[in-house]
C-alpha cells in the first residue's frame, strides 16, 4: 500500500547492554565488548545518561571503562549500552531469506535435519559411479567397471575397485594321479611325483617333478589322497605323515598323521590346503613314514588344485 515519508519499519533495533556489579570505591571497570572510546557507548548511573569524554564522567578504551568518581554499592547501579552492537528483535518473516543473505559454507550439518537430503539433491554423477570414502573420511566416487567385473577391497585407505574376475577361477586346475607304485623308505621325507595328469589347464602341473605352478597369483584350493601298503610288518604302532609343501618348505599346509595298528593292513591319508601362491610359487605332496617302509599305491594317488581369485 502507499504511505508518505519513511517506510515503515519491518523490525524493531534493540542495543546489547551490560549491567554492572558496584564497588565500593572503585572507578576502573571491565566492559564485556572492545570500544574504540568512550563514545561506542551509553553509561547510565541511577537512570541518569553520562556525559562521555575527559574530565566529563567516564572514559573507555578497548575492554577498559574509568569513571571521574567511584560509586556507592548497594545504592548506586550502572549499566552500558554498546551503541555498535545492534541486534534485530523480530525473526525475518517466512521465505524472506534468499541465497544472497547467506554466506558462502555457512551451512552447518547442524542445521540440516536428519534424512532431509534425498537423492534429488544430491550432486549428479556419472551413470554407475559408487560413493566410497578414502583415508581422510572424504567422500569419494569408485569408477564404474565393466560388464561381469566384481568390487574388490584394496584394503583400508583406499576405495574398492572393480575388477575382472580371475579366468577359470573356481574350476579344476589340474588334476593328477599316479603310474606305478612308489617305495618310500622309513625316515626319509619323500617328494611324491605324480607322473600322470588328466587336467592341466594352461601347461602349469610338471609331471617329471610332480609340482604344480600356478603361474597367476592367487588363492588356491589343492587336496591330495594317497593309499599306503606297508612294506614292512609292523609290530608297533607306526605314524605316518603326509603334506602339501609351498616351494619344498615343510610347513603346516594340509598335514595329517596316521598311527599304525601294528598290523599290515592299507591306510588311506587324505589332507588338503587352501594356499595364497604367488606366479612362480609351486606346490607339491611329500610322505614321511617313521619307523617303517611304506609303499605308495599307484591306483590310489591324486593331486588336484583348483584356482579360487
Not at 515519508?5 to 565500593?24: K, L, T
Not at 551451512?107 to 556419472?126: E, F, Q, R, W
Not at 593331486?303 to 579360487?308: A, C, I, K
Amino acid at each position: 500500500m502507499s504511505y508518505l515519508g519513511n517506510a515503515p519499519a519491518r523490525s524493531f533495533i534493540s542495543f546489547e547492554r551490560q549491567v554492572f556489579s558496584i564497588v565500593n570505591s572503585q572507578t576502573a571497570y571491565a566492559l564485556s565488548h572492545s570500544v574504540t572510546n568512550e563514545n561506542d557507548i551509553r553509561l547510565v548511573v541511577n537512570n541518569v545518561v553520562q556525559e562521555p569524554g575527559s574530565g566529563k564522567a567516564y572514559t573507555a578504551t578497548g575492554t577498559a571503562l574509568t569513571l571521574s568518581a567511584a560509586l556507592t554499592n548497594g545504592t548506586d547501579e550502572m549499566y552500558c549500552v554498546f551503541l555498535g552492537r545492534a541486534t534485530a528483535t523480530s525473526a525475518p518473516g517466512a521465505g524472506s531469506i534468499g541465497t544472497a543473505q547467506l554466506a558462502d559454507l555457512n551451512v552447518t550439518s547442524g542445521k540440516i535435519a536428519n534424512d532431509a537430503v534425498t537423492l534429488a539433491k544430491m550432486a549428479s554423477g556419472t551413470d554407475g559411479n559408487i560413493i566410497s570414502y578414502d583415508a581422510s573420511g572424504n567422500p569419494v566416487a569408485v569408477a564404474t567397471g565393466n560388464d561381469g567385473q566384481v568390487l574388490t577391497s584394496t584394503g583400508a585407505g583406499s576405495p574398492p575397485v572393480f575388477e575382472a574376475v580371475a579366468a577359470n577361477a573356481g574350476t579344476l586346475d589340474f588334476q593328477s594321479d599316479r603310474s606305478g607304485n612308489l617305495t618310500v623308505s622309513a625316515a626319509t621325507a619323500t617328494e611324491i611325483v605324480f607322473n600322470a595328469e588328466a587336467i592341466d589347464t594352461g601347461s602349469k602341473y610338471n609331471v617329471s617333478t610332480g609340482r604344480y605352478t600356478p603361474a597367476v597369483a592367487g588363492n588356491y584350493f589343492v587336496t591330495t589322497s594317497c593309499t599306503f601298503d606297508p612294506a614292512d610288518s609292523q609290530s608297533t604302532a607306526q605314524r605316518c605323515y603326509l603334506k602339501i609343501r609351498k616351494n619344498g618348505v615343510d610347513t603346516e599346509y594340509g598335514q595329517v598323521a596316521r598311527a599304525g595298528e601294528g598290523n599290515n593292513s592299507d591306510f588311506a591319508l587324505t589332507t588338503s590346503a587352501i594356499i595364497t601362491l604367488d606366479a612362480d610359487d609351486y606346490i607339491s605332496v611329500w610322505v614321511y613314514s617313521v619307523g617303517i617302509n611304506v609303499v605308495l599305491l599307484s591306483d590310489q594317488a591324486s593331486f588336484n588344485g583348483f584356482r579360487l581369485s
